[in-house]
Nanobody, 124 residues
Framework: QVQLVESGGGLVQEGGSLRLSCAAS????????MGWFRQAPGKEREFVAA????????SYADSVKGRFTISRDNAKNTVYLQMNSPKPEETAVYYC?????????????????WGQGTQVTVSS
């Protein structure tokens, strides 16, 4: 099993930057593909970005391509989401998730472990 704890959320202005972190404990994070999802009030949870176990493969939702970057540091058991130029409509709780596969992309059901989430609020 792996436990996930997100951090780095908060208030950011439109056009600013924010970096989210997801620290894994238990089994080392290098055994898992990782993903970031988000859920805004009254909306379904949606895919943001994913990264393979080694970091060699990444994918993004079309809406964040070119602005968000997912990365990982397996020595620190941490996955990051760099958010550049976020938009007010991206205000949401951001969750990281772990999958035992090499890479799981946007497949929500492939992720077995979830963090508690961190709130990101983007002001205009």
């Amino acid at each position: 099993q792996v436990q996930l704890v997100e951090s780095g959320g908060g208030l950011v202005q439109e056009g600013g930057s924010l970096r989210l972190s997801c620290a894994a404990s238990g089994r080392t994070s290098s055994n898992y593909a990782m993903g970031w999802f988000r859920q805004a009030p009254g909306k379904e949870r949606e895919f943001v970005a994913a990264i393979s176990r080694t970091g060699a493969r990444t994918s993004y939702a079309d809406s964040v391509k070119g602005r968000f970057t997912i990365s990982r540091d397996n020595a620190k058991n941490t996955v990051y989401l760099q958010m550049n130029s976020p938009k007010p409509e991206e205000t949401a709780v951001y969750y990281c998730a772990a999958s035992p596969n090499y890479y799981s992309g946007s497949s929500y059901s492939a992720y077995d472990y979830w963090g508690q989430g961190t709130q990101v609020t983007v002001s205009s």
